[in-house]
């Protein structure tokens, strides 16, 4: 079945230092959604892209689609302390109906002030 | 609007207990999930309903487990016997899904289950 991959598990870094997490299908997506979780909370939908290549901004957060459609990025910008939560990619294969989502095991980003 | 309602929040029961977890869509969306976390397996996909009727079921573990969806406001999810290997968190979540493609997916605060 598909799988989506995603590393690093684990990252830690200064406030201010930059961050990114990447995702890894084993099969062509249709689109990918980004999800953020902060500790001890419910997975909060950030956003979702759907064309090949596709570069998308919010604040100091960028995603990417890969030109084939099997991999994404999200990458911050000098980071602060309310990033901190786990991002998780899930992507949803070709021509599948119905919004069954892979979700990735998820980055655990920690932020130290 | 409101969200996605789960219930309870935290429950702790005893090993061979059975534990039904509950769920309130949001209303006007047409599909719901029921999702497992826990850090050595990450968020799974147990069970998936478009339209009150089950897509697909083949992420519940085993017959321990059953969900029902009898109208589209309420889903419950049921674990007879529980086992501790059940402890987790519980998500429903729910979307409005039409055609092919993906739609945002919210996700309620969970149910936080101990099997002790």
């Known amino acids: 079945g598909q799988q989506v991959m995603q590393i690093p598990q684990y990252q830690h870094v200064q406030e201010g230092e930059d961050f990114t997490t990447y995702c890894n299908s084993s099969?062509?997506?249709?689109?990918i959604q980004w999800y953020k979780q902060r500790p001890g909370g419910h997975p909060v939908f950030l956003i979702q892209l759907v064309k090949s290549g596709e570069v998308k901004k919010q604040k100091r957060l960028t995603f990417q689609f890969g030109e084939a459609k099997k991999n994404s990025s999200l990458h911050i910008t000098a980071t602060q302390t309310t990033d901190v939560g786990t991002y998780f990619c899930a992507g949803l294969a070709g021509g599948t109906s119905y919004g069954k989502l892979t979700f990735g095991q998820g980055t655990i980003l920690t932020v130290h002030p | 609007d409101a969200g996605v309602i789960q219930s309870p929040r935290h429950e702790v029961t005893e090993m061979g207990q059975e534990v039904t977890l509950r769920c309130k869509p949001i209303?006007?969306?047409?599909?719901l999930f029921w999702y497992r976390q826990t850090m050595m397996r990450g968020l799974e996909l147990l069970i998936y309903f478009n339209n009150n009727v089950p897509i697909d079921d083949s992420g519940m573990p085993e017959d321990r487990f059953s969900a029902k969806m009898p109208n589209a406001s309420f889903s419950t999810l049921k674990i007879q016997p529980s086992e501790p290997r059940d402890s987790a968190v519980y998500f429903c979540a729910s979307s409005s899904i039409q055609g092919v493609g993906g739609n945002t997916i919210y996700f309620g605060e969970g149910s936080w289950l101990t099997v002790v």
């Open positions: 099969t062509t997506l249709s689109n």
């Open positions: 209303s006007g969306h047409n599909s």
